[in-house]
């Protein structure tokens, strides 16, 4: 098989050994002569996976015994209906904080629900974004919460410094920035994720959300879906409905890896490494640009442009002749889009640094 590098911003690369070890086990997982796909989700064994997930989850992110760990289908997109749906009535306000694309995709969806207080806080200065200090924000006194993406995964623009808010439930869409880094999870109300970047494959939105906001705060709309309402799932431990089994098997393989390798303490530095890399051969050289604020720039998603865009998509092409794979910009920023969660390799990020510096010669 051809060594390439996927920097696909997700579904994204998975670690070689979790494919490995799922490849062997998918005909036969457990010793049960069996794949998990065809288990009944009620059995002794699956349950037994799934609290070995979420005992991974707790030891990971140290998520503290006030939090439940809920799992939904629907990806991040369903919670952007779920959170309001769960936590407020229509004429209640929440701030909604508009950073990139998902967040807009978050507050559209929100104004359905409720009524979404929109704070712009991303600022260009001498044709560079970044964005204005949380501290800063001016918040509306009756909003139940704020709603935050601090990695926007298109722009790949970021609050990289753990938000703290006195008196304000924070609830973050960590999608593309969750197990990249270390967190307080005492910071947040909720935070949710999609599972398809940094935790496995599609079909699963992991939610952690503080117990009170599930039973006191809790806001019994009749039409809220039984499937969405955090009370009914966490009552029936995430399985009211059947769980995507497959992708919650291979999240608590990826977990597993994770753990082994060091946790998120390791894997935060690689992940730093890694970025600052890519990020210095983009600063050192006259040929790339990045246009955000070093404090705002993402660990996980880094875009860039050629100064000569006429130039970006042979970029895209001849990067793919060299096996590094997906590096084409979301259509709605364009540009070159490198996304780098835990399982890119730094050899990953080395090699396609020499690939841009041997474009540069070539094509300057
Ligand atoms: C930050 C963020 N939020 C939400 C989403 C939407 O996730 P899904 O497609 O799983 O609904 C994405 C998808 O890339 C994302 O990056």
Redesign the pocket.
């Known amino acids: 098989m051809k060594k390439i590098f996927n920097f696909s911003?997700?579904p994204a690369t998975l670690p070689y050994e979790v494919l490995k070890q799922a490849q062997n086990e998918l005909i036969n997982w457990n010793n049960l002569n069996f794949s998990v796909m065809e288990i009944s989700h009620r059995s002794n064994e699956f349950i037994d996976l799934l609290q070995n997930i979420k005992q991974d989850l707790r030891e990971l992110i140290n998520i503290p015994t006030q939090y439940d760990i809920l799992f939904c289908q629907g990806?991040?997109?369903?919670q952007f209906a779920a959170i309001p749906m769960n936590l407020l009535f229509y004429n209640e306000i929440a701030d909604y904080a508009n950073i990139g694309y998902?967040s807009l995709?978050a507050i559209k969806e929100a104004k359905k629900y409720c009524v979404p207080n929109i704070i712009n806080p991303v600022k260009k200065k001498n044709g560079i974004f970044y964005i204005k200090k949380i501290e800063n924000w001016i918040l509306n006194k009756n909003s139940k919460y704020i709603h935050i993406?601090p990695?926007?995964?298109i722009e790949g623009i970021a609050i990289n410094k753990e938000p703290i808010l006195q008196n304000k439930i924070i609830i973050a869409?960590l999608?593309?920035s969750i197990l990249a880094k270390e967190i307080n999870v005492k910071n947040y109300g909720l935070i949710y994720a999609?599972a398809?970047?940094n935790i496995g494959t599609?079909g699963l939105?992991l939610i952690i959300i503080k117990k009170d906001l599930i039973f006191n705060n809790h806001k019994k709309r009749q039409e809220i879906p039984s499937v969405l309402d955090y009370k009914i799932i966490s009552k029936y431990n995430s399985m009211f409905n059947t769980p995507p089994t497959f992708s919650l098997y291979l999240s608590g393989l990826v977990l597993k890896w994770l753990k082994k390798i060091g946790g998120i303490k390791y894997i935060s530095k690689i992940n730093k490494k890694k970025s600052t890399l890519l990020y210095n051969a983009i600063d050192s050289s006259n040929f790339y640009i990045n246009k955000i604020k070093p404090c705002n720039r993402s660990i996980t998603n880094v875009t860039f442009y050629l100064k000569d865009k006429k130039k970006e998509d042979l970029f895209i092409q001849k990067a793919q002749e060299n096996g590094l794979y997906y590096l084409k910009g979301h259509k709605i920023i364009g540009g070159i889009r490198a996304s780098i969660y835990n399982a890119m390799p730094i050899e990953g990020i080395k090699t396609l640094v020499n690939f841009m510096n041997d474009f540069e010669k070539n094509y300057v």
């Open positions: 911003p997700g990806g991040a997109r369903t998902w995709q993406c990695n926007e995964t869409d999608s593309s999609s398809q970047k599609a939105t």
